[in-house]
Structures are given as structure tokens and as C-alpha cells.
């Protein structure tokens, strides 16, 4: 989480392109810790708290490329599906 907001969203004014980059190394790092704790409340709780976001941020600017970023977000937090399908890039 520290990597998602810290080396994620606080270079999102600088360099959008690098901070999604950035956003897609924490979360698939986040994916790692729902493959040893599946359903964990950590996991949970962050997606119920940030899935508009992850989902405006990956709508939006510069490309980059997200067909991994998105199976893995089907993997860890299914029920948050809709907000997924609407990353178009």
C-alpha cells in the first residue's frame, strides 16, 4: 500500500505515465499477498476504498499497457468487475 500511494499516486503530478506504471508494479505486488491470503480483509478493504480511483487513474491519460493489471484486478477483488470493464486503455 505504502508503494501504491507513496510511489504511485504522489508522482501522479509529475509524470503520469511512470506513477501508472508505478501503480501496476504495487498492485500486482498486493496480487501476491492475495495468492498467499486469499478473500484477506486487507485486500478487501483497500478495494472497497480505492476502486473508483485505480479505475479514473487507468481511464484516463496516457496509455499504458493494462491486460495484466486488469485480470489480475478480476482476480483480487471480483465483485468490483464493473469498475474494471471501464478501463478502456
Do not use: C
Not at 4 to 13: A, F, I, K, T
Not at 31 to 51: C, E, G, I, Q
Request: glycine share 4%; no cysteine.
Amino acid at each position: 500500500m505504502y508503494e501504491y500511494h507513496r510511489l504511485g499516486m504522489d508522482v501522479m503530478v509529475q509524470n503520469q505515465r511512470d506513477a501508472k506504471l508505478k501503480l501496476i508494479d504495487a498492485l500486482a505486488r498486493m496480487k501476491n499477498v492475495n495468492d498467499r491470503r486469499p478473500n484477506s480483509f486487507l485486500v478487501r478493504t483497500f478495494f472497497d476504498a480505492k476502486s473508483d480511483e485505480i479505475q479514473a487513474v487507468f481511464s484516463g491519460g496516457p496509455s499504458v499497457d493494462i491486460v495484466t493489471l486488469v485480470e489480475n484486478l478480476n482476480r483480487m477483488a471480483p465483485t468490483k468487475r464493473s469498475n474494471w470493464t471501464e478501463i478502456k486503455f
